[in-house]
């Protein structure tokens, strides 16, 4: 072992080698079996192929119970480098080596107290630099999710991340297990396997077989991404260190993964913040460690004071300018770990840009509700932020417009705007809410209640409550209960008229089945397209879970409700973004198809945020709502912060964010030389928006209902979901949180205490009600808009209304 970690130059210092070799001399068991090379210690074990050296499976005792963490079995098996064929060293148990064009290769497998080292090297043996588009190790878990309940077992590829001197992640389970890695060495960079990867022509599929670390890899690469590991030169040899294990909890990942490899990690409080607010930063590290930060009004990277306390080290920043700031911590050995915070704008900014995009963008109706989404965005800022001309012009637009997607007399769907995409009616049925709301003119309810009608009928919801099409359960795509709430909401205005009081009944009782149905199935349940453990079917669920639970009063139905919505989500964190150190994606929900929509091959490629990440805000606002649990708040504004940054400083409006370091693509971009055309573009995209195509990719004839991914069909105004999740949980929202030991955490307002009471001021005129949740009774004076409004001994959640 020692002789192995000398050759490959390891990082370790020698002391810490040698401590290594005595504590696996141990209560380590490694042996043959058959097979199998298997090691083992007291509360986990690794069992390793002898044919290939892959790792069979890997197992971990919790509670007295030993778990499988399930590896590959098929060419995607690993650890494995990609197309070479390793053989079982005889002389050292455990390793495994093979040749191929004059490049030697090793894995072998180490034990460590409570995790698995897995060792690969590269020696080149020839005359000349050996340098490939990549050198691939297939990390091999198991990540392909294909039913209900088989997915539970399956562990997605949550968080790969690439730094300078290092890469880490981790796998996790709908079960939240996790399992860890990270290098102690430089990686260049790293690849989702999409089980379609690579492909250049358009193809379906919702599946990820595993990740693998591509030790090394042409550029460009990410700037955060190791720069020089492009080649192996003649006779040169590079070794990485691969730690990899269970870890207990979310909140136990940074500092194992530190511990492991000795590598520095940061943790932030916040990622998206006003320029009133400060950030707290959190290191760990077993090395002293210093935290800088550069970016606007910062002329040289400044270092921050922190303290100490064991392997965690603290500071605070307060910024000063908008835009973003990076962070970074390194340690007394040179090792370097990044992370990325944003200064936005006031909430109002974004809605006023994203409706001047519509209003020059004007949507236009297809047989998918993905190119009409902006009439969301367009009447509810009109509601707040009334522009005579552009909101008369996209008014009439829909008016005219509107015969093409739906029949105005019978209110069955036009058959070319697809009737079994039931979620392009239940969408324009939310659409005419917001009409009625702004205009106040009746007859858009009038219609919204038609269009309830036919989503009521026998046609679209079964006896079980299901609203299903061509057999599918659609209540989960898109989110038709929700919308059907939404004019629930708007009908009760209205219930003194016995006709608006007997549609009231009649719809609310359509989606309280609705929502039962989806109580029952919980994750149990099917979506449109491809089925996996799918992003949208489960938010789409606990959203509307959520949603129909804050409008019970009987405490026992809302609890079963918010329980419901609870286990959803928490199955849904494997496809979440709750630990990247990134502004960008902090939050965002994990979605690889949605590229298709654009026109963008291959049509694997990770979507994180996306316009759909916006329905586990829904989602994690109605829990915040339901149980005043800290994490539901914080959760909901980071993943919003992340979303609204694909609007750029200057109010340009982008697709979504692909944080997929290198992916060789083929985009459709404008034709300069034919108006309203497009034209493929071979490409490399890493780590970077995509634009919108829709402004330009449009149909000559703006008056006939367009097919969808077809000129004038583009899908990607699912942008729009953003500012519709904005306007509903924060543009007019403050919110006020006191902990039991009386520290405070606010958004959209600014908090201070004097004299006993909590004097809180909203950071905008627009914000209409504050929402105070608080452990211990609190006196309160909200300062708004030339108004006072003071209160008493407040405790628990409460909503105040500015108005």
């Excluded at 489960?538 to 919505?565: D, F, H, N, R, V």
């Excluded at 992916?663 to 034709?671: G, H, M, R, S």
């Excluded at 006196?779 to 409460?798: E, P």
Aim: glycine content about 6%.
């Amino acid at each position: 072992m020692l002789k192995t970690v000398t050759i490959c130059r390891s990082v370790y210092p020698l002391r810490f080698i040698l401590l290594l070799g005595i504590l696996f001399s141990f209560n380590v068991f490694a042996k043959q079996s058959g097979e199998e090379y298997i090691i083992e210690r007291e509360n986990w074990k690794a069992f390793i192929r002898l044919s290939d050296g892959t790792v069979d499976r890997y197992e971990f005792r919790e509670h007295g119970v030993w778990k499988t963490i399930p590896f590959r079995h098929d060419r995607m098996a690993g650890p494995a480098w990609d197309g070479i064929m390793l053989a079982h060293d005889k002389k050292n148990p455990g390793s495994f080596i093979g040749e191929k064009d004059h490049i030697l290769y090793n894995i072998s497998y180490v034990p460590a107290q409570d995790h698995l080292i897995v060792k690969c090297s590269m020696t080149n043996t020839g005359s000349t630099p050996y340098a490939p588009k990549q050198s691939r190790l297939i990390l091999g878990i198991d990540s392909e999710m294909h039913a209900y309940p088989q997915w539970d077992t399956k562990f997605f590829p949550t968080l790969l991340r690439c730094e300078k001197d290092f890469a880490w992640g981790y796998f996790m389970s709908p079960k939240q297990t996790i399992f860890g890695f990270t290098t102690a060495e430089p990686v260049a960079s790293y690849a989702i396997n999409y089980i379609y990867e690579g492909w250049l022509k358009w193809k379906w599929g919702h599946q990820i077989r595993t990740a693998s670390l591509d030790m090394l890899h042409c550029l460009p690469l990410p700037e955060r991404h190791p720069q020089n590991l492009t080649e192996l030169a003649p006779g040169e040899t590079k070794c990485w260190h691969i730690h990899m294990g269970q870890i207990q909890s979310l909140p136990d990942v940074k500092s194992k993964l530190s511990e492991w490899a000795a590598i520095p990690m940061i943790e932030c409080d916040r990622y998206t913040i006003t320029s009133k607010e400060s950030i707290s930063v959190r290191g760990y590290s077993t090395d002293s460690i210093s935290i800088a930060i550069k970016g606007p009004g910062i002329k040289n990277q400044k270092s921050l004071t922190t303290d100490k306390k064991g392997n965690l080290y603290t500071t605070c920043f307060r910024p000063t300018q908008k835009g973003e700031y990076k962070i970074t911590a390194t340690t007394q050995s040179g090792k370097t770990a990044e992370a990325r915070i944003f200064v936005r704008q006031p909430w109002s900014w974004y809605m006023k840009n994203a409706r001047d995009f519509v209003a020059e963008n004007q949507p236009l109706f297809s047989n998918a509700c993905e190119t009409f989404y902006g009439y969301y965005t367009a009447f509810l800022a009109a509601k707040h932020f009334p522009d005579t001309a552009k909101d008369n012009a996209l008014q009439e637009r829909f008016d005219n417009t509107l015969p093409l997607i739906i029949d105005t007399t019978t209110w069955l769907p036009n058959p070319k705007s697809l009737p079994h995409r039931i979620q392009n009616f239940s969408a324009l049925m939310g659409m005419l809410v917001d009409l009625w709301e702004y205009t106040g003119e009746k007859h858009y309810l009038e219609k919204a209640a038609h269009i309830a009608d036919y989503l009521c009928s026998d046609k679209i919801q079964g006896p079980d409550g299901a609203y299903r099409s061509q057999g599918t359960h659609y209540t989960a795509v898109i989110y038709t209960a929700k919308s059907m709430l939404e004019l629930v909401a708007a009908e009760e205005k209205l219930i003194a008229n016995p006709v608006w009081k007997e549609r009231h009944e009649r719809h609310l009782n359509s989606a309280r089945k609705a929502v039962d149905d989806l109580c029952g199935r919980l994750d149990d349940i099917e979506t449109e397209g491809d089925m996996t453990f799918e992003d949208g079917m489960i938010t789409c669920s606990a959203l509307q879970l959520g949603m129909y639970g804050l409008q019970t009063t009987e405490p026992s139905q809302q609890k079963k409700y918010s329980e419901a919505a609870r286990y959803l989500m928490d199955k849904h964190k494997c496809l979440e973004q709750l630990l990247i150190p990134d502004c960008r994606m902090r939050g965002a929900t994990l979605r690889y198809w949605e590229a298709l929509d654009i026109y963008f091959i291959p049509n694997q490629a990770m979507n994180s945020p996306h316009g759909w990440t916006a329905w586990k805000i829904y989602a994690s606002y109605y829990l915040y709502l339901l149980t005043g649990e800290e994490f539901y708040l914080t959760d909901f504004m980071d993943t919003l912060g992340a979303c609204t940054q694909i609007m750029k400083e200057d109010g340009h409006l982008r697709w979504g964010f692909i944080p997929d370091p290198y992916i060789e693509a083929k985009l459709y971009v404008e034709n300069p030389e034919q108006k309203h055309h497009g034209l493929v573009v071979d490409s490399i995209v890493g780590e970077q928006y995509l634009d919108m195509i829709s402004p330009w990719l449009r149909p000559d004839d703006e008056n006939t209902i367009c097919q969808f991914k077809e000129r004038g069909g583009a899908g990607d105004n699912t942008v729009q979901e953003i500012f519709k999740v904005m306007e509903e949980c924060a543009l007019t929202s403050a919110y006020v949180l006191i902990r039991k030991d009386g520290s405070i955490l606010a958004y959209n307002c600014q908090v201070h205490k004097k004299n006993g009471t909590l004097h809180i001021i909203p950071d905008e005129a627009i914000i209409s009600k504050v929402h105070l949740n608080t452990a211990r009774k609190t006196n309160i004076s909200i300062q708004a808009t030339g108004k006072k409004i003071r209160a008493k001994s407040v405790l628990g959640c409460k909503w105040i209304e500015l108005n």
